[in-house]
């Protein structure tokens, strides 16, 4: 039934031992080549041997992975199985590494260049240049000079769900928020997501009542957007 369930789910997400678990090898029989790709992901963490029959079931493949992170090792495993103690738990050589040499790197290989996880560009500062040549692209960090990502909790604030259907406390305070951006921010540019139609009108109702300064920014669409 692989043509019904390829209709149904035509993209699949498993990993290679579920795979060869889970789906008989006489589909090569029936059905040829069942799928058009297959993708795997952390290569530099799947042995060659387990990464071989879902290779085969792909009309392509594309291999993603970090060949600068550990190969596949067993060393976990004496932690999980007393009877292994003592066997020397060695690395394997990973599917990424196996591969990554077969094709021309200027041909067939892509870098992935952004870097986004780390929370600050120091963190992965030294990784990037002994490891990755100075390549990656690192954001900024989220928290600059004061501005930026952050959570700004209110304990008190209480959503209306019955009639207005808005947070007048947390309308209040997005307001004073806006003015202090005004203040000590006027250059640089604001927007404001709302949950839903009421918020955004009360907040906007809210700002006609602020200083000239603050109407003339919120006035300004290049500048500011409430939506």
Not at 49 to 75: C, E, H, R, W, Y
Not at 159 to 183: F, M, P
Request: charge should be negative; include cysteine.
């Amino acid at each position: 039934h692989l043509s019904y369930l390829l209709a149904a789910k035509s993209c699949w997400l498993m990993s290679p031992t579920s795979l060869a678990n889970l789906i008989d090898s006489k589909i090569f029989v029936e059905h040829g080549v069942p799928f058009d790709l297959v993708i795997f992901d952390e290569a530099s963490q799947i042995r060659v041997l387990d990464g071989l029959l879902a290779m085969s079931f792909g009309k392509q493949v594309i291999i993603v992975g970090d060949k600068n992170q550990l190969p596949p090792t067993d060393f976990f495993a004496g932690f999980s199985s007393p009877e292994a103690e003592g066997e020397d738990f060695g690395v394997s050589e990973s599917l990424l590494e196996e591969f990554g040499g077969v094709f021309e790197e200027d041909k067939t290989q892509v870098m992935l260049m952004s870097h986004y996880r780390s929370e600050t560009p120091d963190l992965i500062g030294f990784s990037n240049n002994w490891f990755y040549g100075g390549k990656l692209e690192i954001y900024p960090p989220a928290h600059i000079s004061g501005v930026g990502r952050r959570l700004h909790y209110l304990p008190t604030a209480v959503y209306s769900e019955s009639g207005q259907r808005d947070n007048a406390t947390e309308a209040g305070e997005v307001v004073k928020l806006i003015e202090l951006h005004v203040r000590e921010n006027p250059e640089k540019s604001l927007g404001v997501v709302t949950m839903n139609i009421p918020q955004m009108e009360l907040i906007d109702e809210q700002l006609l009542c602020s200083s000239e300064a603050v109407r003339m920014f919120c006035s300004d669409e290049a500048k500011f957007f409430l939506r």
